[in-house]
């Protein structure tokens, strides 16, 4: 049985890390990783940690701010993640568990999860019922909208380390530069790779039909976020519709959302955000409801602790893998044959390389 800890204090630290390769949305074109490091110490002496992704560099302070009062609801208190998560959910529930309240609980949340991993010393994989087991990955980083030469060089580029599938993002004015991408990529890497696309919110319904349609031909492994994420009676028409699968789920505001969508029949597939879907505590609840629908479930983002998650997930499907913290950690997520090898040792395998910290802190 793993030695009870109590909550002593939070500390955060704002990092801009560059990224290999840049990330052109539809949305907007990312060339440095905006990371909040978050350290949840104990009075037992144990360190839980994670990081969220911020978006934007000026994001950070008021995530910041929020874990200054999480620290003041939680010091004290035993380290449960169960318990604390529901204390936390009533504390905030009249201001609303959304935005950045909800990305700083679901920070603390994943740091407790870690602080008690650790105290077990088992990997988070196991803590959770899983087990350090290879998982299955696509390469999610950069190729983004750009000439479509220069996007069929990096998808090769891409497929070091053994990946059998990418994620290409789409959103080019119009459905023939959509098209001229696909095909380029295409026939760069080969029919045997798997190819997902991801339009980030970029369509209307009817566009979104009329652009899915054409994508029907082109052997689209699912087709993401083509419209506002949370319309998902157009995600029902769409699934409807459409040949291609229908992949959402990365902006499920906690796991009610996904009961929601998954009540509308708005997803052949699902991807829950950790800094979203409730830290560690909501995935749990998300792998439930994925296997009470039969639907997969495939991660986003944050791949050094969703690895281990996938390991407890029924319904697993892929791993979003992105290198977007290797710069700042001691030991990053290792890729062999497509597969993120998830660590053994205790904890979620997160450490600080604090010269790189101190050298990209913001």
Known sequence: ???????????????????????????????????????????????????????????????????EVVEEIARGQPLDPF?????LAARFALIGMQGIIRMAVAGFDMAAWDAVA?????????????????????????????????????AEQLLVGGFGAVKLRLGYPTLAEDLAVVHAVR???????????????????????ARGRA??????????????????????QLKRELKTPIQIGENFSLPFAMEAALAADAATYVMPDLERIGGVTGWLRAAE?????????????????????????????????????????????????GKAIVPSRAGNGLAWDQKAVERYRV
């Open 1 to 67: 049985m793993a030695p009870s800890l109590t909550v002593r204090a939070i500390r955060s630290i704002g990092v801009e890390v560059p990224m290999t390769y840049a990330l052109g949305t539809s949305r907007a074109v990312i060339t440095k990783a905006p990371l909040l490091l978050i350290d949840l110490e104990t009075e037992e002496g144990i360190t839980g940690r994670s990081y969220l992704w911020s978006y934007m560099p000026g994001v950070m302070p008021a995530i910041a701010a929020i874990l």
């Open 83 to 87: 318990h604390l998560s529901g204390v």
């Open 118 to 154: 650790i105290a077990a010393n088992v990997p988070l994989a196991t803590l959770v019922g899983g087990r350090p087991e290879p998982v299955v990955a696509y390469n999610s980083c950069g190729l983004g909208l750009m000439a479509p030469d220069k996007v069929a060089d990096e």
């Open 187 to 209: 026939s760069r890497i080969g029919d045997g790779i798997t190819l997902m696309v991801d339009y980030n919110q970029a369509l209307d319904v009817t566009d979104a039909l």
């Open 215 to 236: 994508l029907d031909k082109e052997n689209i492994y699912w087709l993401e976020e083509p419209i506002r994420h949370d319309d998902y009676a157009g995600y029902a």
């Open 289 to 337: 409801l994925a296997q009470q629908h039969g639907i997969k479930m495939s991660s986003h983002l944050f791949p050094e602790i969703s690895a281990h998650l996938m390991t407890a997930t029924p319904t697993r499907h892929f791993l979003e893998y992105v290198d977007w913290a290797d710069r700042i950690v001691c030991d990053p997520l290792k890729i062999v044959d």
